[in-house]
């Protein structure tokens, strides 16, 4: 593989590492409330607001350079994970420069929330079955695969209410993109 190409895979550990940072700082700082979702303890706060869709400007763009461009080559995987994936940033990148807010904005907000992240799962058991994958990536997949299940259960269960609500959701995301930071650099 080109050095050029190569280069494609950081992209996943620096976009990934800085849209953290900026949540744990934002927990940290706003001593924000474990029962109200990222998006509700962001839209509470213009100032927050336009930060985190500046974010959502620079992270999607870059996470999707990641996928196209070094991890669908590098483990293989056919045009139909890439159009999946393209969804799930998109949706995403929607979330994070739409606010949760109130009327139509927190509608479309939700909406392309819960949609991409119900769309994680499929994405993950395509990763799961990917025989191009290291076998300690894959069983981190299975495991990463069950808590979203578990997380994701739990809080249709409650109807996406939850005292843990803020902490269901990091460990549900985290589940996922370490996941992939795993098979990344772990070959």
């Known amino acids: 593989m080109s050095l050029s190409v190569e280069s494609y895979k950081n992209l996943a550990v ?43 400007l620079l992270v999607a763009p870059l996470l999707l350079v990641f996928f196209i461009k070094w991890f669908t080559p590098t483990f293989h995987f056919g045009w139909v994970f890439n159009v999946l994936i393209a969804v799930i940033w998109f949706l995403y990148f929607v979330a994070g420069v739409v606010p949760d807010t109130k009327g139509l904005a927190h509608k479309i907000h939700r909406r392309a929330a819960l949609a991409a992240s119900m769309l994680l ?51 549900y995301f985290l589940s996922f993109d370490i996941s992939i930071i795993i098979a990344t650099y772990v070959r």
């Not at 839209?43 to 607001?49: F, G, L, R, W």
């Not at 990763?127 to 076998?135: L, W």
């Not at 069983?139 to 739990?154: K, N, P, Y």
């Open 14 to 56: 620096l976009s990934l590492g800085f849209f953290w940072a900026f949540i744990s700082i934002l927990v940290w700082r706003l001593k924000i409330d474990k029962s109200t979702s990222i998006s509700g303890h962001i839209a509470a706060n213009k100032k927050v607001s336009v930060f985190f869709g500046v974010i959502s």
């Open 121 to 171: 799962v499929p994405a993950m058991v395509i990763m799961v079955a990917n025989n191009h994958i290291g076998t300690f990536a894959r069983v981190f997949m299975i495991f990463g695969l069950l808590i979203m299940l578990v997380t994701g259960a739990e809080l249709r269960k409650n109807n996406y209410t939850s005292d843990k609500f803020l902490i269901y959701q990091a460990v």
